[in-house]
C-alpha cells in the first residue's frame, strides 16, 4: 500500500514508513538517541528530498523520544536539572540554526551541506566511541579494571555559575551543558537530527555523568528540542510533511518501548560499542554516496515564473 506526501510530492510505500519508524524508536529507547541521525539518511535512500526528509524527522524523535523518556521517569534516571541546561542551550541552537538552514536553502547548497555534516560529525564520534569501547570489552575480557578516560578534575570544574546536579551526583557548572546545547541545537536545525548522538558521548566523557542517568536525561532534552525545531522548521522553511511524520511516529512510539526494556538487559560497553559501529556505518555509507559519480549529473525541473 503507498500513500501520497502532499509536502515531498512524491508516492511512498506505508509498510516502508512504519519499519522505518519502528527501527528509529528502537534506537531511540536502546541508546538515548533521537535516531534521526540514522532516519535521515534513510529517508534519502527511498527518495525523499533533504530537506523535507530534515524538516519532518523531528515529529519522529518528538514522539519515539517522549515515549522513552516516560519510562526512564519512572526508574527515576531522569536529571532534570541537567536536562534543563542542556535544553536552554539547545533551543538558542535550535533557533539560529534554522535560519542557517533557510540561508543555505536560498542558495543552492543545503543538501551537500547536509551531507557533508554527517560523514564529517558521524565518522569523528564513531570512530572515538569505538576505540575507548573496545579497549573497555578488551580489558574486561582480560579481568583487568576498567577504567573510562575521565578527567575528574579537568578545567571544566575551574568555570563559574556552578550548580548541584543530584541525580547525576556532579557539582559542576552550568556553562559546559549550555555550550553543548548550542551545539545539538544547530546540528538538530541544520542535520534533522535529536542531537543524541553528539549529546550522549558528551555527557558521559566531558560532563563525567554516570550511564545510569546519561539516556533519560538526553531524552528529556531531546523531545523538547526536537518539537521546537519542528515548529520553527514548519513556520520558517515549510518543509514538514504531516503525512510522512504520521506513519513514522507510529512505528516510533512502538519502537522506543521495545528499545527501553532492551536497553535494561545490556551492559554499558555493549551498548556504546552497537552505538558507535551503527555511526561509522551510516557515515562510510553517506561518504560513498558522496564520491561515487551518479547515473544522472543534472536534473530538470520545473520552477514557478516570477
Known amino acids: 500500500m503507498h500513500t501520497y506526501l502532499p509536502i515531498g510530492e512524491i508516492s ?6 512504519l519499519g522505518l519508524g519502528l527501527t528509529v524508536g528502537i534506537l531511540s529507547g536502546l541508546f538515548g538517541v533521537g535516531g534521526g541521525f540514522i532516519l535521515t539518511p534513510l529517508l534519502f535512500m527511498i527518495g525523499i528530498p533533504a530537506a523535507i526528509a530534515v524538516g519532518t524527522q523531528g515529529n519522529l524523535i518528538v514522539g519515539s523520544s517522549f515515549s522513552g523518556v516516560l519510562a526512564h521517569f519512572r526508574r527515576k534516571t531522569v536529571d532534570v536539572p541537567m536536562g534543563t541546561a542542556l535544553l536552554v542551550g539547545g533551543l538558542v ?3 539560529f540554526g534554522v535560519q542557517l538552514f533557510h540561508w543555505l536553502t536560498s542558495l543552492g547548497q543545503i543538501d551537500l551541506v ?21 579497549t573497555a570489552l578488551r580489558r574486561r575480557k582480560s579481568g583487568g579494571q576498567v577504567k573510562l578516560n575521565r578527567k575528574h578534575h579537568s578545567w571544566i570544574h575551574g568555570l563559574p555559575f556552578r550548580m548541584r546536579f543530584r541525580t547525576s551526583g556532579l557539582y559542576i557548572s552550568v556553562i559546559p551543558p549550555i555550550g553543548i546545547g548550542v551545539l545539538v541545537g544547530v546540528m538538530s536545525a541544520i542535520m534533522g537530527v535529536g542531537g543524541g548522538f553528539i549529546m550522549v558521548p558528551a555527557m558521559i566523557y566531558l560532563l563525567n555523568m554516570p550511564t545510569k542517568t546519561v539516556i533519560g536525561t538526553s531524552l528529556f532534552q531531546v523531545t523538547i528540542l526536537a518539537a521546537f525545531t519542528t515548529m520553527m522548521q514548519a513556520t520558517t522553511n515549510y518543509t514538514v510533511d504531516f503525512v510522512l511524520a504520521f506513519y513514522l511516529l507510529i512505528g516510533g512510539v512502538v519502537g522506543a518501548q521495545i528499545g527501553t526494556r532492551l536497553g535494561a538487559k545490556l551492559n554499558a560497553d555493549t551498548m556504546r560499542l552497537l552505538l558507535a559501529a551503527m555511526v561509522l556505518l551510516v557515515s562510510l555509507k553517506i561518504a560513498i554516496e558522496l564520491a561515487i559519480e551518479p547515473h544522472e549529473l543534472y536534473s530538470v525541473v520545473a520552477t514557478r515564473g516570477k
Open 12 to 17: 511512498a510505500s506505508v509498510t516502508v514508513l
Open 93 to 95: 541552537g535550535s533557533f
Open 114 to 134: 547536509i551531507k557533508l555534516s554527517y560523514v564529517g560529525l558521524l565518522g569523528t564520534i564513531g570512530g572515538l566511541m569505538m576505540i575507548e569501547a573496545v
